[in-house]
T-cell receptor, first 114, second 110 residues
């Protein structure tokens, strides 16, 4: 079945460490997105990519980095510069532009800084 | 930038009662999407509305897009415990990324 796979499901990080969250999709979608969700809050856009080898900052990109070397993969690195990284991270994909008939989300990664 | 607000933020209803959440955009939208996120889960796409004044139904759920394409609503008739979750609208001003609303968390009391 087609879908988005995020790993790991739970991640614990020590302060000062960088961690990378994986996101893989087999939907043949061009566009991919990373969102952050804090408890009881909405979704805030971190980064998005409309095509391979290109990506743009979202609303809260500081302290995060991404790469898009393959159409299927859009990993997110949470760097030590991110002051409050504990959150639920969601990856999504869609067809681009006018063919966007809705985002497909992965099951998310819960990151906790210890 | 584009802002999308939803009201109410929380809603508790008795099972069998109706529920409505409203979505308002600061700018005109080209389309509006609705998502449902179950507790502990991830958002799941429900529907997309494109035309001014459009109304779509999915069983007990009715979705409406305003005439000015700046607001939308989701109405659930006779809520059930399976309707529990957070409902998000998401709007796009063009062929670009969408902006998610703040969400309405629905609790259904059996």
């Amino acid at each position: 079945d087609g879908g988005i796979t995020q790993s790991p499901k739970y991640l614990f990080r020590k302060e000062g460490q960088n961690v990378t969250l994986s996101c893989e999709q087999n939907l043949n979608h061009d566009a991919m997105y990373w969102y952050r969700q804090d408890p009881g809050q909405g979704l805030r856009l971190i980064y998005y990519s409309q095509i391979v080898n290109d990506f743009q900052k979202g609303d809260i990109a500081e302290g995060y980095s991404v790469s898009r070397e393959k159409k299927e993969s859009f990993p997110l690195t949470v760097t030590s510069a991110q002051k409050n990284p504990t959150a639920f991270y969601l990856c999504a994909s869609s067809l681009p532009g006018q063919f966007n008939y809705g985002y497909t989300f992965g099951s998310g990664t819960r990151l906790t800084v210890v | 930038g584009q802002q999308v607000m939803q009201i109410p933020q929380y809603q508790h209803v008795q099972e069998g009662e109706d529920f409505t959440t409203y979505c308002n955009s600061s700018t005109t939208l080209s389309n509006i999407q609705w998502y449902k996120q179950r507790p502990g889960g991830h958002p799941v796409f429900l529907i997309q509305l494109v035309k001014s004044g459009e109304v779509k139904k999915q069983k007990r759920l009715t979705f409406q897009f305003g005439e000015a394409k700046k607001n939308s609503s989701l109405h659930i008739t006779a809520t059930q415990t399976t309707d529990v979750g957070t409902y998000f609208c998401a709007g796009s001003g063009g062929y670009q990324k969408v902006t998610f609303g703040t969400g309405t968390k629905l609790q259904v009391i059996p």
